[in-house]
């Protein structure tokens, strides 16, 4: 193998596990010492200019960076990066001093957002200090979109919501909230430079089975319904429910009616209880609260009598696997089932919808009904309009529609400063050695030994005769201390000088998950099989220096190295150094230097 | 030096041996020692040979006497017995222990200063009576604990790291392990794991006295330009004999090797060394008087000779020429030990 370029920081930001699986590349392990250094409002303001709403994903982040830390492959759990960022939200100071200036002289660009949701959110967050003039139009009464509408208030207060909604509405950014956006046609005539359409994927998907319009009453589509309950119109339920569909939304559906005065409430999945696209953690929430998970039942009909809903019939089915791997359902050859209920959520999907798109204005659509938006720049096939969030490539999560806002935003600066799309800024990236003295770090490169902590959660009896009532309690300080404890610093890179090698095998002696191996150079796939630990994770890189004296060469598996800088501190002539590498994305708001962020 | 303790997590495949222990449980403490000497690269080897030949940690005993090698035995084998000697004494708390109880897996640990200078006399017995222990000397040249002074083993001519120049002969400790007959005798390489750490896992299924004499770089002290145990040095002179394997298991292996290129030996324990030749010697490492003219021949031409340089096999080992009873000493009864007055008597009437 050739010798690793640890120059190009696409090597050390893939180590960095958590922040390289966060779409918006959030940097995590400095925001996690941050905290564990009682900094909390320095971590809030570093999740601010990357995520936007540290807060909000605080509670519902979808967490991608979780599954990937590094810590969940040398025990059980991984950090609970999403609660400690919670942390630093909870326990923050006044912020306000440290928001961007939005400068008095604007540009004399204008850029309209559609849709008041993170996607949106984040395209202005990013432009107003910059000096466009930005108008949001949205038809909710308040900013959040999707976040204020569809997820439940015990999941996520209004006050969080209206906290950090507020600090970019306040960037002087004219809002036209309670107005529908019926035509981009005439919203194109109002003459903007920009159009960004970020309203999301707001169509619950339909059953069409048997019974469903004579029992049309009391079927209702998850997410409306959730809005419903958001808005005040919904405040009760039957006592039986039951929720179709294995997604977070059917999780907030079952979760919301226990809340309504659904005493027997049932989540029915067509398949297995592991392939459920819900959150792990969502679905033992649920479970927690008395609400079973039925797996591998196919709704067949809506049963009914005298045009009220009384059940549904179910098919059994189990999964088969064919000869490539994929699963298909087929009937288990058993009898159906018929399951009585007064009402039922239907929360089987979501799908974009356009029908205010004009097909010819210049926006291409595919065969789905969905734009073509290119996936790096989110400009449609009409120059001046972009697209983000889940209007964009359909439904995701809110850290995905961040990541999209903050690209959509370059794109649109570019764009009005007459620039090409292309020309997209490179990450800003350091590496600094952190030797403070001979077995001294500037980070804590001491190993915790404890699991992961659980969140306290308040008194079910509580939780579930309020709707409103956060479930979830947040971390102490004192268990936020402990649970970032667990965070092994993987930003804290292994950086390895070749010519200052004397081969005396400390470094590998030392080590405490057998990651370095000195051996003959060979290619990769044989030189997997002979490091003193087999490097058996084939997404996790090797890092290999050129030739040493003896013809060998030092070969890195990253895979769990847990960054304690033992081969460092071991290490007689500094061949090793503990590196800290900070990588941030590059934003639009970044030429203007200070004003995004004071700190 | 390190302070923190070397975290407990591990590499989610490490595998266990025959015990259900990892290579982890064979460890000790962190090392004190300076950062990259190569005594800690000797101990990480112990603890893999250990592992690896499945042998319980509460059957082994470590011993040292005093100086940077003989502080190493904190550092690895963390539940074995230890026992930390005055200087030079190891050896002879080895004997005394191994005649107590002859159940024990002994391991000694000394240093060039230890075993060269002040305990030499101390080593010379164990060797010539046959203790059945594993001896290792952690041999780099220098007393590293007192700031660099010329040790024994420094070679006549070598420079210190002021500049001095040894005009003292040297002592090694391999001629003198051979010529006192220890019935194991190797020299190796800190450096060198592969090795070592055959070399260590046969020398603790020896029955007898083995002694393995492991160059080792002082990095503080002896790692400079004219110093003859340098990492640099030694790599640039290492001549060595044989490769080694060892296999444990009882059944009879297969020996796909050519002949004359690889030699089976087996020891009294059931053990199997098989010895693949390297270079172009023809090195028989049974030939006692072959293997002084051989190092003699080497060490003149500036080479240093690692490998397994002479065993016997089916060597007798202390308990056996004194003709002790197979049951450890310290298992025996009072009762036993000292039968009274008649005993006594017919034993002195014999003797009369």
């Not at chain 1, 306000?96 to 002289?105: F, I």
């Not at chain 1, 979501?350 to 073509?372: H, S, Y």
């Not at chain 2, 005594?39 to 893999?48: C, G, N, Q, T």
């Not at chain 2, 004997?95 to 024990?104: F, I, W």
Request: charged letters at 25%; hydrophobic letters at 35%.
């Amino acid at each position: 193998m050739q010798p690793t370029n640890i120059t190009d920081p696409g090597f050390f930001h893939k180590v960095v596990d958590c922040q390289y699986a966060c779409p918006a590349h959030t940097p995590v392990p400095e925001y996690i010492r941050l905290i564990a250094a009682g900094r909390y409002s320095d971590a809030y303001m570093l999740n601010w200019q990357s995520n936007v709403f540290p807060g909000i994903l605080g509670r519902v982040c979808d967490r991608p960076c979780e599954p990937a830390c590094r810590r969940g492959r040398v025990e059980e759990q991984p950090v609970a990066i999403c609660r400690l960022k919670r942390v630093a939200a909870d326990y923050k100071d006044d912020i306000t001093a440290r928001l961007p200036n939005v400068p008095t002289a604007k540009n004399g660009k204008h850029i309209a957002l559609i849709g008041a949701g993170p996607a949106s959110l984040t395209v202005a967050r990013d432009l107003a200090p910059l000096g466009y003039d930005i108008t949001i139009i949205d038809d909710g009464n308040a900013g959040g979109g999707m976040m204020r509408t569809q997820i439940p208030k015990f999941r996520l207060p209004d006050s969080v919501l209206d906290e950090e909604c507020g600090y970019i509405e306040h960037l002087g950014i004219t809002r036209r909230y309670g107005e529908r956006v019926n035509s981009l046609k005439s919203l194109l005539d109002e003459n903007y430079d920009a159009i960004f359409v970020g309203t999301g994927a707001p169509r619950g998907r339909d059953l069409d089975l048997p019974g469903r319009t004579e029992a049309a009453e009391n079927i209702h589509l998850g997410i409306d319904w959730l809005s419903s309950i958001s808005f005040g119109h919904v405040t009760s339920i039957g006592k039986r429910v039951i929720v179709l569909g294995g997604g977070n939304t059917a999780m907030d559906c079952c979760r919301s009616a226990r809340r309504l005065g659904g005493e027997s409430v049932q989540v029915v999945v067509r398949s297995g209880f592991e392939e459920m696209k819900a959150s792990p953690w969502e679905k033992k929430d649920a479970m927690h609260e008395d609400i079973p998970i039925l797996n591998f039942l196919v709704p067949k009909e809506f049963t009914h009598e005298d045009g009220k809903l009384t059940g549904l019939i179910f098919e059994k089915v189990k999964a088969e696997y064919d000869a490539k791997g994929r699963r298909n359902l087929v009937p288990a050859g058993e009898p159906d089932i018929h399951i009585p209920c007064d009402d039922v959520l239907v929360a089987v999907g979501q799908e974009n919808t356009f029908p205010w798109i004009e097909r010819d204005i210049g926006i291409e659509f595919d065969k789905w009904g969905m734009p073509i938006v290119d996936e790096t720049t989110y400009r449609s096939t009409h120059e001046k309009i972009f697209f983000g969030g889940d209007s964009a490539f359909g439904p995701k999560n809110i850290i995905w529609a961040v990541a999209h806002g903050h690209e959509a935003a370059i794109s649109i600066d570019l764009l009005c400063s007459d620039k090409s799309l292309g020309d997209r800024p490179p990450p800003h990236v350091t590496l600094a050695s952190q030797k403070m003295g001979i077995h001294e770090w500037s980070y804590g490169n001491e190993i915790s030994d404890d699991r992961r902590y659980l969140v306290p959660h308040a008194e079910k009896a509580l939780v579930l005769c309020n709707i409103k009532a956060e479930v979830e309690l947040g971390f102490d300080p004192v268990l936020a201390l402990a649970e970032a404890e667990r965070c092994l610093n993987c930003d804290v890179q292994t950086v390895f000088t070749e010519n200052l090698c004397i081969e005396c095998d400390a470094c590998n002696d030392i080590c405490p998950v057998d990651c370095i191996s000195f051996v003959d150079n060979g290619d990769e796939d044989d030189l997997r099989t002979r490091l003193n630990a087999p490097a058996q994770n084939l997404t996790q890189d090797l890092y290999i220096s050129s030739d040493l004296k003896t013809g060998h060469v030092m070969v890195k598996d990253e895979d769990v190295c847990l960054h304690c800088g033992l081969c460092a501190e071991r290490c007689p002539t500094g061949a090793w150094d503990m590196q800290r590498f900070l990588f941030n994305t590059a934003k639009a708001t970044d030429k203007a230097g200070s004003s995004c962020c004071k700190s | 030096m390190s302070f923190l303790p070397k975290p407990k997590l591990h590499h989610p495949g490490l595998g266990c041996n025959s015990l259900g222990f990892t290579k982890r449980d064979y460890e000790g403490a962190v090392s004190t020692l300076c950062a990259g000497c190569g005594h800690d690269s000797i101990s990480a080897a112990i603890v893999r040979a250990c592992f690896e030949l499945d042998l319980p940690p509460h059957r082994i005993a470590k011993l040292s006497g005093i100086g940077c090698s003989s502080k190493t035995p904190t550092y690895f084998l963390g539940n074995s017995h230890g026992f930390n000697a005055v200087h030079g004494r190891m050896p002879s708390v080895v004997t005394g222990a191994n005649l107590a109880n002859r159940d024990l897996i002994y391991l000694g640990v000394s240093g060039d200063g230890d075993s060269a200078s002040i305990g030499l006399g101390q080593f010379a017995h164990a060797m010539r009576r046959g203790v059945n222990m594993t001896y290792i000397v952690e041999n780099n040249g220098v007393y590293g604990l007192t700031k660099g002074q010329f040790s024994a083993t420094s070679d006549k001519g070598a420079k210190s790291k002021s500049g001095a120049t040894n005009k003292d002969e040297a002592i090694d400790l391999v001629g003198m392990a051979l010529q006192l007959g220890a019935t194991f005798v190797a020299r190796s390489f800190s450096g060198d794991k592969g090795q070592l750490v055959p070399l260590i896992k046969a020398a603790l299924s020896h029955k007898g006295a083995a002694f393995i004499d492991c160059i080792s770089p002082c990095v503080t002290f002896n790692n400079h330009q004219g110093s003859t145990k340098s990492f640099d040095y030694v790599r640039e002179h290492n001549e060595a004999v044989n490769f080694l394997d060892v296999i444990v298991e009882k059944e009879e292996i297969i020996v796909d090797y050519a002949p004359g290129a690889t030699e089976i030996v087996r020891q009294h324990d059931g053990s199997l060394l098989r010895l693949r030749k390297l270079g172009e010697s023809d090195y028989d490492p049974s030939d006692r008087a072959a293997a002084f003219t051989f190092l003699e021949q080497r060490k003149a031409q500036g080479e240093i000779v690692t490998g397994l340089l002479y065993v016997d096999p089916t060597a007798d080992d202390m308990h056996d020429l004194l003709g002790t009873t197979t049951t450890p000493l310290n298992e025996l009864s009072e009762a036993t030990l000292c039968p009274g007055g008649t005993v006594l008597d017919k034993l002195n009437a014999s003797l009369r």
